[in-house]
């Protein structure tokens, strides 16, 4: 299984961003999904974001128009641009990959104050 290691999580006030990656340990290029998750305090883990492998996307309502997920397969790495960002955003955000998906990072925390 390809292992996973987050980054880019911090403290941010409402409205600033952040970006944050997602480096695998072996190529991604066969991986046909990877994905973005979170899980807030209190709440189930939730997906934000899904990418193919030929770069087609898809986002949670609550973070489209606000969040980019984009991968660089020459550089086995994900990220996911976080912009206009919310309290309600606060949340351990894990990136994922394959159909299970198989493969979870450690997580990486992200707080936004108000």
């Known amino acids: 299984q390809v292992q996973l290691v987050e980054s880019g999580g911090g403290l941010v006030q409402a409205g600033g961003s952040l970006r944050l990656s997602c480096a695998a340990s072996e190529s991604i290029l066969s991986i046909t999904v990877m994905d973005w998750f979170r899980q807030g305090p209190g709440k189930q883990r939730e997906r934000v974001a899904t990418?193919?492998?030929?770069?087609?996307?898809d986002y949670a309502d609550s973070v489209k128009g606000r969040f980019t997920i984009s991968r660089d397969n020459a550089k086995d790495t994900m990220w996911l641009q976080m912009n206009r960002l919310k309290p309600e955003d606060t949340a351990v955000y894990y990136c994922?990959?394959?159909?299970?998906?198989?493969?979870w990072g450690q997580g990486t925390q992200v707080t936004v104050s108000s």
């Open positions: 990418i193919t492998n030929d770069g087609k996307t």
């Open positions: 994922a990959a394959g159909e299970g998906p198989d493969s």
